[in-house]
């Protein structure tokens, strides 16, 4: 397998980071329509399974995404970025963890309050720890939708710090992850 060195990301770095990309924005849409559903909508029962079940797989892909990053060598920051670039990114990378691994944990504790466990495309089933505080599921649920947010504005600031270094600053940043 391919690592990444201090001057380029892998392709398996490049594969899971757009990967993990394309997950939080196909949830977040989806999570934004499915609260809109009634209980006679066709997909009242299954896009919140699949929400949650691509949720845990997104999970599992940002574990891997954690471990492989702690057991690798991490491309440079561009000399092109001041030292103020390069704090804030690190900030945004630590805040971009910590607001996936909150939003799936909210999400965890709204489906899991009643007992059931998640079922994961039928495959194999999350177990649960049942009720942990009362209103679990509307305290988590305001949560999960809040932190959804934060995310996706997050991320879009991500993208878009992206694009002012290729397009104004004409460096090599968003090079790198293509």
Do not use: C
């Not at 998640?118 to 305001?142: E, R, Y």
């Amino acid at each position: 397998m391919q690592y990444d060195s201090p001057h380029s990301y892998s392709r398996f770095s490049k594969i899971i980071h757009w990967l993990s990309a394309l997950l939080i924005f196909t949830l977040f849409g989806a999570g934004f329509w499915m609260v809109e559903l009634s209980y006679y909508d066709a997909g009242y029962q299954l896009i919140p399974h699949y929400h949650k079940s691509v949720g845990i797989m997104l999970a599992g892909l940002i574990i891997i995404r954690v471990v492989w990053r702690i057991r690798n060598t991490k491309p440079l920051a561009l000399t092109s970025h001041s030292t103020l670039e390069k704090t804030l990114s690190g900030i945004a990378q630590i805040l971009l963890y910590f607001l996936i691994f909150s939003v799936v944990i909210a999400g965890y504790l709204i489906s899991t309050e009643d007992g059931r466990g998640i079922d994961v495309f039928n495959w194999f089933t999350i177990p649960s720890l049942g009720k942990l505080f009362d209103n679990q599921a509307d305290i988590a649920g305001n949560l999960h939708r809040w932190l959804a947010y934060m995310l996706i504005a997050l991320a879009s600031l991500h993208g878009i710090a992206a694009l002012k270094h290729h397009f104004y600053d004409k460096d090599e940043t968003l090079k790198r992850m293509l």
